[in-house]
C-alpha cells in the first residue's frame, strides 16, 4: 500500500501530551467529527469552508482555526487541495497552564479550562504566535523554549496582557536561577526545575526573568553561548568544536542562531581574528 505523504502525524518528544499534524497540498474531506483535545493551527495554501459550533466560515492562507475540546466542526477545501498544520493538545495539560496565567493575571477559571472565545482569528500577532511554536515543537528544541513559546501563545489567546505586578529588583531566588544558567550552560534545564529554584509558577518565573533580565531564560541562556562563542572563534577555535562546547545539537545549529544574532556566519566573523 502507498504511504499517503500528503499527511504527517508526529508526538512531541518534548512534550508528550502534543501531535503535531501536516497537511500538505491535500484533498481530503471531513465528516463532522470532534476532538478531546485542544487543536488550533494555521492555513497555508488555499481556502476551506469550516463549520465549527452551528456557523459556517469561509478560512484561507494566514487564518488561524481555534477548536475547543468537544466541539464538533468540518473543515473541507473549496476546490483542488489546501495545506495547513495543526496542534493537539491535551485538554487537561492545557488547562492547567491556562490556570498558571490566570492566577498571575488576577483571573480565575470556573471550568476545568479556558475554551477559545471564536472559531478562528486572524490576529498577527497570535499568527506569530503560533508559527514559533509549531516550529519549536517541530525541531524538537529543549523543554526550556518549548514551553515558554506555549506560555506566550496562550497568554495571547486569553487576549491578555502583563499586568501582574513585579517587583523593582529581582529576587535572590531569581538571581539563583540565572547564575544556574550560566554556569550550566551546557545543561538541559526544565522550567519546572527552575521555577522551584526561584519560588516561582512556571509562567510567573518566565515574566520576571524577562521583565529583570531582557529575555525569557532560554533566550538568555542562548544569548549567553553565542558571547561566548564570538570569544572561543576569535582564540582560533574550530567551529565543530566551539558547537560541541557550548553544547549546540550541532555545527548547522550552531552557526543558524550565531547568524540570527550577528548577521554573518561564524567562519566569516573568525577571519577577521585569525589568519
Given at each position: 500500500?502507498?504511504?499517503?505523504?500528503?499527511?504527517?502525524?508526529?508526538?512531541?518528544?518534548?512534550?508528550?501530551?502534543?501531535?503535531?499534524?501536516?497537511?500538505?497540498?491535500?484533498?481530503?474531506?471531513?465528516?463532522?467529527?470532534s476532538h478531546d483535545e485542544f487543536s488550533f493551527g494555521i492555513i497555508e495554501q488555499g481556502q476551506a469552508e469550516?463549520?465549527?459550533?452551528?456557523?459556517?466560515?469561509?478560512?484561507?492562507?494566514?487564518?488561524?482555526?481555534?477548536?475547543?475540546?468537544?466541539?464538533?466542526?468540518?473543515?473541507?477545501?473549496?476546490?483542488?487541495?489546501?495545506?495547513?498544520?495543526?496542534?493537539?493538545i491535551d485538554a487537561?495539560?492545557?488547562?492547567?497552564?491556562?490556570?498558571?496565567?490566570?492566577?498571575?493575571?488576577r483571573s480565575r477559571m470556573s471550568e476545568d479550562y479556558q475554551p477559545f472565545k471564536e472559531d478562528f482569528e486572524r490576529d498577527q500577532a497570535l499568527r506569530h504566535g503560533y508559527l514559533r511554536l509549531f516550529h519549536a515543537l517541530q525541531s524538537e528544541a529543549d523543554a526550556l523554549q518549548v514551553e515558554s513559546r506555549l506560555y506566550d501563545f496562550i497568554q495571547t489567546s486569553l487576549?491578555?496582557?502583563?499586568?501582574?505586578?513585579?517587583?523593582?529588583?529581582?529576587?535572590?531566588?531569581?538571581?539563583?536561577?540565572?547564575?544556574?544558567?550560566?554556569?550550566?550552560?551546557?545543561?538541559?534545564?526544565?522550567?519546572?526545575?527552575?521555577?522551584?529554584?526561584?519560588?516561582m509558577s512556571r509562567y510567573q518565573l518566565l515574566r520576571a526573568f524577562k521583565h529583570h533580565f531582557g529575555l525569557p531564560p532560554h533566550s538568555y541562556l542562548l544569548d549567553e553561548k553565542i558571547k561566548r562563542a564570538k570569544v572561543m572563534l576569535k582564540s582560533g577555535q574550530e567551529i565543530s568544536q566551539?558547537?560541541?562546547?557550548?553544547?549546540?545539537?550541532?555545527?548547522?545549529?550552531?552557526?543558524r542562531q550565531f547568524k540570527k544574532r550577528l548577521a554573518v556566519t561564524p567562519k566569516y566573523y573568525q577571519s577577521h581574528f585569525v589568519d
Open positions: 500500500m502507498k504511504k499517503d505523504s500528503s499527511a504527517s502525524f508526529k508526538q512531541s518528544t518534548v512534550l508528550p501530551w502534543v501531535e503535531l499534524r501536516i497537511a500538505n497540498r491535500t484533498s481530503a474531506c471531513y465528516d463532522a467529527h469550516y463549520r465549527n459550533r452551528h456557523q459556517s466560515h469561509r478560512i484561507g492562507k494566514g487564518d488561524i482555526v481555534t477548536i475547543n475540546p468537544a466541539d464538533v466542526h468540518s473543515c473541507n477545501p473549496e476546490a483542488g487541495t489546501w495545506s495547513y498544520s495543526m496542534l493537539f487537561i495539560e492545557m488547562g492547567a497552564l491556562q490556570r498558571d496565567v490566570l492566577q498571575h493575571e487576549r491578555l496582557g502583563t499586568r501582574q505586578h513585579i517587583a523593582a529588583k529581582p529576587s535572590g531566588s531569581l538571581r539563583r536561577v540565572k547564575e544556574k544558567l550560566l554556569d550550566e550552560i551546557t545543561g538541559s534545564h526544565q522550567l519546572e526545575q527552575l521555577a522551584q529554584e526561584a519560588e566551539v558547537a560541541y562546547e557550548l553544547g549546540f545539537s550541532d555545527q548547522a545549529h550552531f552557526q
